[in-house]
């Protein structure tokens, strides 16, 4: 038998792929249309307040989104604290006790902000064409995947991170969330390229994409809000509280790269074996003190590790942590001590210059230092051992951002060159 044509097998499967497209839209006009988004919305408009652009938007963008089984939830700041306001009544809201007057998705505002995580996105094209059939002006951000810029072959592939999907007056943005090592969603920057219409959007007013940022998985639940079912995280305070703070700073993988090549990798068993006893140091401490709801950074040795290497010291010896002297609770060590890490040193007391010291396998040690804050600097405390003299090391005040380290999210001074120069001095790159 001849093989077939691979010509052929192409016209085959793109018309295919078309037919099914072409179906999937004659199934939205005249199924779901006339159904009038049946599921999704009882009503037709009629009662009060539900005439807003606003909510016809919105609700066209569910009936897609629904209708092509992608799970998109609510991050909207300003919905989700209206929501927040009454969140027990909403919980409890059907389409049968729904208000009758619009009190949400009705207030006068240039845009709605919903989310997806990318990995279960399955028919993304097929969705971006249906969305301009159905009357969508859609744009799409692109850039490149951050988790690839290790591999030389991948650097700058590129993944999508906003679209932008305007009815009318109202615009939809849907921020997408992809999945980072660690158990963590990230969001990209929203950066326009040169050929993209800035007045397409007040594109300044967006809540997401000023910089990437970083977020807990969310738990996700359903709830009908003005006659409309919607997800939304189940804890809404929280992901309100984690939105202001959520600016994430990429690894210098570039950087890196060129560390390593004027300065040869230490790949000795003796540096592997502390690097990889360190990491797990690390993320043990990270687990305990989110537990205790305890905020902390990667300081000193461990900050400019990440920072100028992307890994460990493996000269270090030690794991080095910040913690602001505001947010100390005074069950840490017990906490450590029952994660099996016990307290090798405390030097000074919790009003000045408070430092703590665990032990952990094959002699890494856990340093935490704590920061205090005056006027116009902040500064930790250090003793000397053997003749209990005490220092004090400023720095410019700094704020926090998260970033991936030893495959978990910890957090690091947004002013990273600023912080690392207070510890280390101008010349830190060749230390």
């Given at each position: 038998m001849s093989r077939i044509s691979k010509n052929v097998i192409l016209v085959v499967l793109t018309l295919t792929s078309s037919a099914f497209?072409?179906?999937?839209?004659?199934?939205?006009?005249?199924?779901?249309?006339?159904?009038?988004?049946?599921?999704?919305?009882?009503?037709?408009g009629s009662r009060i307040g539900f005439d807003g652009m606003q909510w016809r938007a919105v609700k066209k963008f569910i009936m897609l989104t629904s209708s092509q089984n992608v799970r998109v939830f609510l991050i909207d700041p300003l919905i989700l604290e209206l929501i927040n306001k009454n969140f027990e009544q909403v919980k409890n809201t059907s389409h049968a006790s729904s208000t009758s007057e619009c009190k949400v998705f009705c207030v006068p505002?240039?845009?709605?902000?919903?989310?997806?995580?990318?990995?279960?996105?399955?028919?993304?094209?097929?969705?971006?064409?249906?969305?301009?059939?159905?009357?969508?002006?859609?744009?799409?951000?692109?850039?490149?995947?951050?988790?690839?810029?290790?591999i030389d072959s991948l650097s700058g592939t590129e993944i999508p991170l906003h679209y932008i999907c305007k009815l009318a007056s109202h615009a939809i943005h849907l921020v997408v969330f992809h999945e980072r090592s660690g158990n963590y969603l990230?969001?990209?920057?929203?950066?326009?390229?040169?050929?993209?219409?800035?007045?397409?959007?007040?594109?300044?007013?967006?809540?997401?994409?000023?910089?990437p940022g970083a977020f807990d998985r969310p738990e996700l639940q359903q709830i009908t809000v003005d006659g409309l079912d919607v997800?939304?995280?189940?804890?809404?305070?929280?992901?309100?509280?984690?939105?202001?703070?959520?600016?994430?700073?990429?690894?210098?993988?570039k950087?890196?790269?060129?560390?390593?090549?004027?300065?040869?990798?230490?790949?000795?068993?003796?540096?592997?074996t502390f690097q990889k006893r360190a990491k797990e140091?690390?993320?043990?401490?990270?687990?305990?003190?989110?537990?205790?709801?305890?905020?902390?950074?990667?300081?000193?040795?461990?900050?400019?590790?990440?920072?100028?290497?992307?890994?460990?010291?493996?000269?270090?010896?030690?794991?080095?942590?910040?913690?602001?002297?505001?947010?100390?609770?005074?069950?840490?060590?017990?906490?450590?001590?029952?994660?099996?890490?016990?307290?090798k040193h405390k030097?000074?007391?919790?009003?000045?210059?408070?430092?703590?010291?665990?032990?952990?396998?094959?002699?890494?040690?856990?340093?935490?230092?704590?920061?205090?804050?005056?006027t116009d600097h902040m500064w930790n405390g250090g003793t000397q051992a053997k003749t209990g003299k005490k220092f004090k090391y400023l720095f410019p005040k700094f704020t926090l951002c998260w970033t991936e380290f030893v495959d978990t999210k910890?957090?690091?001074?947004?002013?990273?060159?600023?912080?690392?120069?207070?510890?280390?001095?101008?010349?830190?790159?060749?230390?």
């Open positions: 497209l072409l179906f999937q839209l004659y199934y939205y006009k005249h199924y779901l249309s006339a159904k009038n988004g049946s599921g999704l919305s009882k009503s037709k505002r240039d845009f709605t902000t919903f989310a997806l995580q990318y990995q279960l996105w399955k028919n993304e094209e097929g969705w971006f064409w249906i969305a301009e059939n159905m009357g969508f002006q859609c744009l799409k951000i692109e850039s490149k995947d951050p988790r690839l810029d290790w990230w969001h990209g920057h929203l950066r326009l390229k040169g050929h993209v219409d800035r007045k397409f959007v007040p594109f300044r007013k967006l809540q997401f994409g000023r910089y997800l939304i995280p189940k804890d809404p305070v929280h992901f309100l509280e984690e939105i202001p703070h959520s600016r994430f700073i990429e690894c210098r993988y950087e890196a790269r060129a560390f390593f090549q004027q300065y040869l990798d230490d790949n000795t068993v003796e540096a592997m140091l690390l993320q043990l401490a990270a687990k305990t003190l989110k537990k205790l709801g305890v905020r902390f950074w990667l300081s000193s040795g461990t900050c400019l590790g990440w920072f100028r290497q992307c890994s460990i010291i493996p000269y270090s010896k030690d794991v080095d942590l910040g913690i602001f002297i505001q947010d100390y609770k005074s069950d840490i060590i017990s906490a450590f001590q029952d994660a099996g890490l016990p307290l030097f000074g007391k919790v009003e000045d210059s408070l430092e703590l010291s665990f032990q952990g396998k094959d002699d890494v040690k856990l340093d935490i230092f704590f920061f205090y804050e005056e910890f957090r690091v001074p947004c002013e990273t060159v600023e912080y690392i120069e207070a510890n280390y001095g101008t010349n830190f790159h060749g230390m």
